[in-house]
């Protein structure tokens, strides 16, 4: 089990090492730094090859990504998704929105607040996170770990991205395209074009794919391509490149079984097994970390997401991976048949039991039953 931090004396802060500046590192250096936690903040130098690449994260909703709606580089009103055949679903958020961040301003902003705070971020490679144990501290390490096989499912989130200039004004800078199915699609999963304008020139534009392995180098190329010319952008000047692999799983992440050291981030199932998003959990979580760190409580990791959303992630990721439904309908579906503050407000674990109903409702009831069905029926092998 993870050991829990240890409490200053008379509920005094204890200390935290916070080994890796990724999210969720990040998310609880800035909390932590300046507030009279003593802070140590440990990450891998970029010549070691174990930092993770520049990435964009997304949030939603009506409020700001926690702390950093500073960073906030865009933001959008309507999210948009491409049917393979018919009309595009178009939704307006009214007073919510859908926000990026990018990985390298929030990495610059935190490192300028733990310098501000006397908190100097220490440069190496972390090979036994036991040997950073201190009395009376509490280590958070956020780095990632294999993924667990323990579960039903496993898919992976694979992608490409760029960040492109076209020449002719082909970007609706108002719209996010979430999804944009006019793709091949893989057996067992799901293909799309996901796309944030920043301006009527300028997007990140990505291939992404739920399956059950990645792909050649040169395969991601072939089909970014490909949905370049499919949804009409066409020949485009390459700024910036973005890939990752991001498991989806059901299954149960162990914690880090040394006392003293918790494990938190992607290593701790903080990502939505259904979407591959954490950013929001992350802020959740750091809010209740940092709290306790301030009043000298143990560091308890509170839930990411709530079990029933996990329960209805795992059988949708079953639902995909085994074939028994259509991911670009099935997706295309939920945000035809409800209004788009109940998907997005699931998919950001904000829903309750009576809006998470009705979602499962507009779901295809063939084949999710039958997902359901193969849990709880016990298979009877035929008589020869």
């Known amino acids: 089990m993870d050991g829990p931090g240890a409490s200053g004396a008379g509920g005094a802060p204890a200390g935290v090492v916070v080994v890796g500046l990724g999210a969720a590192g990040a998310s609880l250096a800035w909390r932590l730094a300046g507030s009279g936690v003593p802070l140590r903040v440990v990450e891998a130098p970029v010549s070691s090859g174990r930092r993770t690449r520049s990435r964009t994260w997304c949030t939603w909703g009506p409020a700001g990504p926690g702390p950093f709606g500073h960073l906030v580089s865009a933001s959008w009103p309507r999210v948009r998704l491409v049917p393979v055949a018919g009309d595009d679903v178009v939704a307006h958020l009214g007073g919510w929105r859908y926000r990026m961040l990018r990985s390298q301003d929030l990495d610059a902003a935190v490192r300028e607040r733990l310098a501000g705070a006397g908190v100097e971020v220490e ?9 950073l144990r201190e009395p009376g501290w509490t280590v958070v390490d956020t780095r990632p770990v294999p993924v667990p096989r323990t579960g039903r499912t496993l898919l992976l989130q694979h992608f490409l991205g760029r960040r492109v200039r076209a020449e002719r004004p082909v970007f609706d800078p108002s719209t996010v395209t979430l999804m944009d199915f006019r793709l091949p699609q893989p057996a067992g999963g799901v293909a799309f074009g996901y796309v944030l304008p920043t301006s009527p020139h300028e997007a990140l534009v990505e291939y992404t794919e739920f399956s059950g392995g990645v792909l050649d180098a040169e395969r991601y190329e072939e089909l970014l391509a490909e949905y370049l010319l499919r949804s009409g952008i066409g020949e485009v000047e390459v700024l910036g490149t973005e890939r990752g692999v991001i498991p989806m799983t059901d299954a149960d992440f162990a914690p880090s079984g040394v006392p003293g050291v918790l494990r938190w981030g992607a290593a701790s199932g903080s990502v939505r097994p259904s979407t591959g998003y954490a950013f929001s959990a992350l802020q959740r979580q750091a809010d209740v970390l940092a709290a306790r760190a301030r009043e000298g409580s143990p560091l308890v ?3 990411a997401h709530r079990r029933r959303h996990l329960l209805m992630d795992s059988l949708v990721l079953e639902a995909l991976a085994s074939g028994r439904v259509d991911g670009a309908g099935f ?26 109903l009705r979602l499962m409702a507009s779901s295809p009831r063939g084949p999710m039953l039958r997902t359901v069905l193969g849990r709880v029926v016990p298979r009877v092998p035929l008589r020869r």
């Open 301 to 303: 990791l509170p839930p």
């Open 331 to 356: 997706f295309t579906g939920l945000f035809a048949r409800n209004p788009v503050h109940r998907v997005l407000g699931f998919l950001d674990g904000g829903t309750g039991p009576a809006d998470d």
């Open 123 to 131: 440069e190496f490679a972390v090979d036994d996170v036991a040997e």
